[in-house]
């Protein structure tokens, strides 16, 4: 029986997924500790999304070396949202937990996520990560005090003034039970080819039972990669509005809108913020994102806006009222989508 499924999507990671496919090597044993040798308790889903750089060939030495690895391959590039969701339809796991393919885990990292995972019982579990720079090593903590403790995930998205476990979006920071994923939850959206986790973590958060934090820091999170969509300036980028745009119209329509919608926006804003100061932007990009990100703030509940850029510090309130000030047109506004979510927004509140 596989107790645990990791799914780690590959495309063009050629120099770091060496680095990876070893760290999954020494992860191969039985992580349950299964008596019959002939049983595997954990599986590997390969999933290469159409690499052209001679990462398809590393997969397929692993697939004969590492115990457990099984390639699945994409005839065309579908993105990471795919590659993720392709893992998960092939998966067989009571457990599912990601990677990166160019990130990589400690030895014993899945064993001891898995013994902590049948340990709480609880739907899904968030850890620790270590961020890598180069030769820099920094423990990054998931957002929540309380350890080893099985509880509400709704309880966990408030403040909307803090930072809590909805802004720790990093799908490979856990893992998840298999109900999840046959309740649909655990599914990405594929139109998103970035800041697909987004609305993926306030829909786990809303929708499943149970969770729990623990302490482990096994999985390393590489972040100088300049492949990386996170550093790439170019207009898939720009998939955070309309993932934002699904977060707020999902929470919109939750039984606790009129309690979770004010995160929600005050997040929405915060993320436009940091996009407006960011230089990785090609420069016509730059343009765009400016036009959308003025329409994007058009669309939200005006008075949550207010509320949200009212509660910034001074340098990020001042940014997003000029930008509120910039005109935009009709067509980039999109006004039905600006109803919808309002409405929304208003019914909930009565």
Known sequence: MVKL???????NVRPYAPDTLRSLLLNAENPGNSPN????????????DCSTDGTSDLLDRAEKEIPGA??????????VSAARNTGL????????????????????HFRELLAAAEALGCDFLRTDHVRCAGRRRTVVRAPHGRRGTVLDPRGAILP???????????????????????????????????????PWIWRLHREAASFAVVGLTGVFYRRDVPTSLTRIGDERQLDFIPAYDRLVEETSRDRDAAELLPKAVRT????????????RFEPHVARTVRARCAAALRRLPEDLVRRAVDSMDAERAVRLRRLLRRPV??????????????????????
């Open 5 to 11: 499924s990791v799914i780690v999507p590959f495309h």
């Open 37 to 48: 040798p002939g049983e595997r308790d954990v599986e590997f889903l390969l999933v290469d």
């Open 70 to 79: 099984v390639v699945l391959r994409h005839k065309r590039r579908r993105g």
């Open 89 to 108: 339809d092939a998966a067989r796991g009571t457990y599912l937990a990601f990677l990166d393919g160019d990130d990589w885990v400690a030895p014993g």
């Open 160 to 198: 909307a003034h803090r930072t809590t476990s909805v802004d720790y979006a990093y799908a490979w920071a856990g893992v998840y039970h298999r109900r999840l994923l046959e309740s649909g939850v655990l599914r990405f959206d594929e139109e998103l080819r970035t800041a697909e986790d987004r």
């Open 268 to 279: 929405y804003c915060a993320v436009v913020h940091h996009h407006l100061t960011s230089d």
């Open 329 to 350: 047109l009709s067509s980039v506004l999109r006004p039905d989508h600006r109803a919808r979510t309002a409405g929304a927004a208003a019914g909930a509140g009565r």
